[in-house]
C-alpha cells in the first residue's frame, strides 16, 4: 500500500509541476518587425537604360591655322545605366499605432549610380587638322565629360525621379502590409515627404 501511495504522490507533485511550467506558457502578441525594409528599398531601384555620343573639338590655332593645324574632334558612341531610386538611410518606418497606422518617412528619388557600358564602346571617328592627332587622355576626357552630361539628363528629368519614388512606395507599402497580415493585422501606411 505504501507504494501505491507514493507513486500516487509523486504523479501529483509531477501533474503540478506540469500545470506551474505551463501557465507561463501563454501566447505574446507578436510585434511588427520591419528590419528587412532596407532590402525592400534597394529592389525598387529603377534602371535607365541611355544611349550617347561622347563629342570633343578643339578649333585650330597657332600660325599655321589656315592649314588646320590643331584642329581635333572626336565622335564616340556608348550605352550607360543609370539607376535611380531612394536613400535607404532616409527611409524610417514606425511601429504600427493602436489604430494600425504606420507612418513612413520618405525622401525623393535621387540619382544613385552611372555606369558606362565599357563595351558597348565603338571605335571613336576622328579628325584631325594637319600633324594633330587624338590622345587617350583626350578621349578619356571626352567620355567622361559625357558621362557627366548623361547624370545631368537623368536629374533634369522629373518624371522619371516621381516614377522611381512611385516604385519605391508601392513595394514599401506592399512589404509593410504583409508583415501585418503574417500578424493578423491590417496595417495603413501615411506617409511623410522629407524635404
Known amino acids: 500500500m505504501k507504494r501505491k501511495t507514493n507513486r500516487g ?3 501529483l507533485a509531477v501533474l503540478a509541476a506540469s500545470g ?3 501557465t507561463g506558457c501563454a501566447e505574446k502578441k507578436k510585434e511588427a518587425d520591419f528590419s528587412g525594409i532596407n532590402s525592400v528599398c534597394e529592389l525598387a531601384t529603377l534602371k535607365c537604360y541611355y544611349h550617347n555620343v561622347a563629342k ?4 585650330a590655332s597657332g600660325l599655321l591655322k589656315w592649314f588646320g ?3 581635333k574632334k ?3 558612341e556608348y550605352s550607360g545605366i543609370v539607376e535611380l531610386g531612394i536613400d535607404v538611410n532616409k527611409v524610417s518606418v514606425s511601429s504600427p499605432g ?4 504606420v507612418k513612413i518617412t520618405i525622401p525623393d ?3 544613385l549610380n552611372v ?3 565599357e563595351d558597348s564602346m565603338g571605335e571613336p571617328l576622328t579628325d584631325t587638322g594637319f600633324l594633330t592627332e587624338i590622345t587617350k587622355e583626350e578621349e578619356t576626357a571626352a567620355l567622361a565629360e559625357a558621362q557627366d552630361n548623361m547624370e545631368e539628363t537623368a536629374k533634369k528629368n522629373s518624371a522619371l525621379l516621381a516614377q522611381a519614388k512611385e516604385r519605391a512606395k508601392n513595394l514599401i507599402e506592399g512589404y509593410v502590409k504583409n508583415v501585418g497580415e503574417q500578424l493578423g493585422e491590417e496595417y495603413t501606411i501615411e506617409w511623410e515627404e522629407i524635404e
Do not use: H, P
Open 9 to 11: 504522490i509523486r504523479m
Open 56 to 59: 570633343g573639338e578643339t578649333k
Open 115 to 117: 555606369d558606362l557600358d
Open 109 to 111: 528619388a535621387e540619382i
Open 74 to 76: 572626336i565622335w564616340t
Open 69 to 71: 593645324t590643331g584642329y
Open 98 to 101: 493602436a489604430d494600425g497606422v
Open 20 to 22: 506551474v511550467c505551463l
